[in-house]
């Protein structure tokens, strides 16, 4: 009983408290939407990107074209000795005609005129196709076709395009973190003052009940709540924001993406409700806290 009258008490006098220093109170709610809508959108981006990262790396490939008029013995033996490294899963051979075939089915599948293609003699090479058992372990199997000057004519580099992806999501995530800690301290110091405003238009009050023997606790917590309440306005408020605009959000991130799949699954939607609830409960509470403190001291 003592204790439901303890948190009836603190809830009440948080709430009234949130009532007589509105402004403050939407300061603080506003700046925290603005930090934790931020937060969920760099949430959003780097599972986005990760997510494709990963795409394109398990579509990575190494392909070296050959010389024309290659003996198949030469072929096939160089296909044993690629198999045989640790890094390469899997080798196929595609021929010229082969090569043309698909490249004519390709164009055709995009609705192009292949007819003109078709009669011409064929300028395509054939090709060894080299899956990789890890896709960013591509310099061994690429130094060695390339060495193949005899059989091999070109190698592209397609590591490059891959370690400027992982370095693009590192320079991400390091931004992110950067304005998210600048944001963050400013959600900080917005509650630490709105709980102070409402200690110092509280004072005699909180004086008073010193006097007649209130403890520490029933001080304190109500004005933790106000905190934790911010906090969790808003963080509802940003899960709203959030909810209405995700057709607007999908479907500039499906334009921008195209074939490539983002990731965005019910794991993500729960990632970013608990991070956003952690998120604003923890700064709301920690910022009260801070204050409350310092007062007491």
Do not use: C
């Not at 009234?16 to 509105?22: A, T």
């Not at 004072?203 to 008073?208: G, K, L, N």
């Amino acid at each position: 009983a003592a204790l439901m009258h303890f948190l009836r008490f603190s809830v009440r006098q948080a709430l009234q408290g949130l009532w007589r220093n509105s402004v403050m109170t939407f300061a603080a709610t506003f700046t925290m939407i603005l930090m934790l809508i931020l937060l969920s959108a760099l949430v959003i981006v780097i599972a986005g990107v990760e997510s494709g990262l990963e795409y394109i790396e398990s579509r990575v490939e190494v392909r070296a074209e050959l010389h024309d008029g290659v003996l198949q013995e030469r072929v096939d033996d160089l296909q044993t000795r690629v198999l045989a490294l640790p890094e390469v899963g899997a080798v196929s051979y595609t021929s010229k005609d082969e090569a043309k075939a698909e490249f004519i089915a390709e164009r055709e599948a995009e609705g192009l005129d292949t007819s003109f293609i078709a009669s011409i003699d064929n300028p395509l090479f054939a090709y060894l196709t080299v899956d990789l058992i890890n896709p960013r372990e591509t310099e061994a199997v690429t130094g060695m076709l390339r060495a193949e000057t005899g059989l091999v004519r070109y190698v592209p580099d397609q590591q490059t395009g891959i370690d400027r992806l992982v370095e693009l999501t590192a320079q991400l995530r390091n931004l992110g973190f950067v304005v998210l800690t600048f944001v963050a301290v400013t959600v900080l110091l917005i509650v630490v003052n709105s709980i102070r405003m409402a200690l110092m238009a509280r004072a005699q009050e909180i004086e008073i009940m010193r006097l007649v023997g209130a403890s520490d606790r029933y001080v304190r917590w109500p004005f933790i709540l106000e905190g934790v309440f911010i906090g969790l306005a808003g963080a509802i408020i940003t899960l709203l924001l959030l909810l209405v605009a995700s057709p607007l959000v999908s479907d500039l991130a499906s334009d921008i993406a195209g074939s490539v799949p983002l990731g965005f699954d019910q794991s993500l939607t729960l990632q970013i409700m608990a991070i956003t609830f952690a998120a604003g409960l923890g700064l709301g509470g920690l910022g009260a806290w801070i204050s409350v403190r310092t007062y007491q001291r």
